[in-house]
């Protein structure tokens, strides 16, 4: 094994355990807002792992555009998606108040 089998491992073994623990977020953790971070922020992660694993196992400009267009879009859409489903479940009454440390929006719907 060389030094590139070597990133790769870990990188997937990265990949694994964060995606791993998003699923068991989602489970786990008792309401939407929790949920959502649980679902982002490792699955994103992950992802990012295995794109860079792919683009460092395979060094070609295509691989590489297409990892970074990947991250990119990934990095946009991910927290924009999660933010929108958090207010649509803030505003239809799905989020536990009891869990809120402090609700900025509480006059304002």
């Known amino acids: 094994m060389d030094f590139r089998d070597y990133v790769t ?9 964060l995606c791993f ?4 977020g989602l489970l786990r953790l008792p309401d939407v807002l929790s949920r ?12 990012m792992a295995i794109v860079v694993d792919v683009a460092f196992s395979n060094p070609d400009v295509g691989t590489i555009t297409l990892a970074i267009a990947i991250l990119l879009f990934q990095g946009l859409t991910a927290p924009v998606s999660a933010h929108m489903v958090g207010r649509a479940a803030y505003r239809t009454d799905h989020v536990r108040r009891d869990l809120l440390l402090r609700d900025e929006l509480a006059g304002r719907q």
């Not at 959502?36 to 992802?47: D, E, F, R, V």
């Open 9 to 17: 491992a870990a990188l997937v073994l990265l990949a694994a355990f």
């Open 21 to 24: 623990a998003a699923g068991v």
């Open 36 to 47: 959502l971070h649980a679902a982002t922020k490792p699955q994103i992660l992950g992802l």
